[in-house]
């Protein structure tokens, strides 16, 4: 069964940052691609990055493109999300996220497991 917990969400001022992190059990990840998804209220859920786990290859949104990096520890067998310069619009829920293949994917409904979530709120 796997499992994705993340944490490190809270509240900062616009331009500040933060790091979120997911921690994965229940499987072996070596071929598995992690994203990082958000949703803000009222709207879709979207993608931000993914990373795949054998090769390290990195994927982002344009829209945090230069802001956020993703990144992975095999010995914790955890994924981040280091976000900097954050913008009140990058409020939302943001979801770890797990599918079982390095096809890197933006699309919601291709990732199997996920996190229950963790909020992140920027003031202006």
């Known amino acids: 069964q796997v499992q994705l917990v993340e944490s490190g969400g809270g509240l900062v001022q616009t331009g500040g940052s933060l790091r979120l992190s997911c921690a994965a059990s229940?499987?072996?990840?070596?071929?598995?691609?992690m994203g990082w998804f958000r949703q803000a209220p009222g709207k879709e859920r979207e993608y931000v990055a993914a990373?795949?786990?054998?090769?390290?290859?990195?994927y982002y949104a344009d829209s945090v493109k230069g802001r956020f990096t993703i990144s992975r520890d095999n010995a914790k067998i955890t994924v981040y999300l280091q976000m900097n310069n954050l913008r009140p619009e990058d409020s939302a829920v943001y979801y770890c996220a797990a599918k079982p293949s390095s096809y890197i994917s933006t699309t919601t409904t291709d990732y199997d497991y996920w996190g229950q979530g963790t909020q992140v709120t920027v003031s202006s």
């Open positions: 990373i795949t786990w054998s090769d390290a290859r990195r």
């Open positions: 229940g499987r072996t990840f070596s071929r598995f691609t």
